[in-house]
């Protein structure tokens, strides 16, 4: 694989030029373009720029509004409401999330609930940003079936992410974003792209034969999820929390209703954020770093999140493929 060097600036430049060249307004572009910055930053290569195109093409085909403005409304206290109105999630989360935050310190925890929004970035943006405020964070959304329930071979759930941060005073949270499915459809694409094998257990071919060669998973094939039944329990949950519980809808509905030009589409999110100080008292922060330490101690064990804040601290080039970056200036 040919590569090309570009800096975090430039990599963010290209980012908004693109965006701003196909329908995105100047905030909505900035914003955009931080999140595929910071993936590109911290290692995360599959919610980077290889992301971009997909934007690109919702929003060439209307679907995505590059433009819009969501809805904010106070259900209660500690429950908040954001219409999406097609806007791009990174949008949405930069408006709502402050609101979140403050009704949890008010309340001492607080939901968020939001509908028809197009996210296809990571899920620890929003979960850190949560705990760098002081709140234990959780979050998760669907996508269109890309996965089989256990002991089936057809699509039902998305690869149906979840992403927890916990807050630690004077040091970067401990943060895990994880697909429910084996591996994330994002990585596969990209082991495709870059021809490497997946493991055996990643997905099965559009015959229901397992496989280790990605492009039979991502052309016509089906992921499972990771741990079997465990696995897909929790995209389950992930299923009702972000589709029924919020008013959204389920992965098989979002099919239905998109447009299937390959951006991301419509769906919904639930993040919820507590408070320790209100729940545990004072000595939370003591205790918790007490168990982090006692992890630590044990031989080949780091803290999720930890490779991707080391990553953060080189503000140094990265390496970023040359075809990608090739494809992604003819956009523009």
């Not at 949890?104 to 509908?115: F, P, Q, R, S, T």
């Not at 495709?192 to 990643?202: D, F, S």
């Not at 052309?219 to 029924?244: C, N, Q, R």
């Amino acid at each position: 694989m040919t590569t090309i060097s570009l800096s975090l600036d430039e990599i963010f430049e290209l980012a908004k030029k693109t965006l701003l060249a196909n329908g995105c307004d100047e905030e909505n572009a900035s914003i955009l373009s931080e999140t595929i910055m910071k993936a590109e930053r911290d290692g995360s290569l599959s919610h980077g720029l290889f992301r971009l195109p997909a934007y690109v093409t919702g929003l060439k085909s209307g679907k995505i509004d590059g433009k819009a403005r969501p809805e904010i409304k106070k259900i209660s206290s500690s429950v908040i409401k954001v219409f999406g109105n097609n806007c791009l999630a990174p949008m949405v989360l930069s408006k709502s999330i402050p609101e979140l935050v403050k009704a949890a310190k008010e309340n001492g925890i607080a939901v968020l609930a939001i509908n028809n929004s197009h996210h296809m970035a990571a899920m620890w943006p929003e979960t850190e940003a949560i705990a760098e405020q002081g709140l234990v964070a959780f979050a998760c959304t669907s996508y269109k079936p890309a996965v089989a329930p256990a002991g089936a071979i057809k699509p039902l759930f998305g690869t149906n992410p979840i992403s927890f941060a916990w807050p630690r005073k004077g040091k970067t949270p401990v943060v895990y974003d994880m697909a429910t499915a084996s591996m994330a459809m994002g990585e596969v694409q990209v082991a495709k792209r870059e021809g490497h094998k997946v493991p055996l257990g990643t997905g099965l071919t559009k015959d229901g034969k397992e496989t280790t060669d990605p492009a039979q998973i991502a052309d016509g094939g089906v992921l499972l999820p990771f741990g079997g039944y465990k696995g897909s329990t929790i995209a389950m949950m992930v299923e009702l929390l972000a589709g029924a519980l919020v008013g959204d809808n389920f992965s098989y509905e979002t099919a239905a209703k998109d447009n299937n030009d390959g951006g991301p589409p419509s769906g919904g999110e639930f993040i919820l954020a507590i408070s320790p100080d209100k729940l545990s008292g004072n000595d939370w922060n003591k205790h918790s770093e007490e168990f982090f330490d006692k992890m630590k101690s044990m031989e080949g064990v780091r803290l999720p999140g930890e490779r991707r804040h080391k990553n953060r601290l080189d503000e140094g080039p990265r390496n970023i493929n040359e075809e990608l970056v090739n494809k992604i200036k003819s956009l523009s």
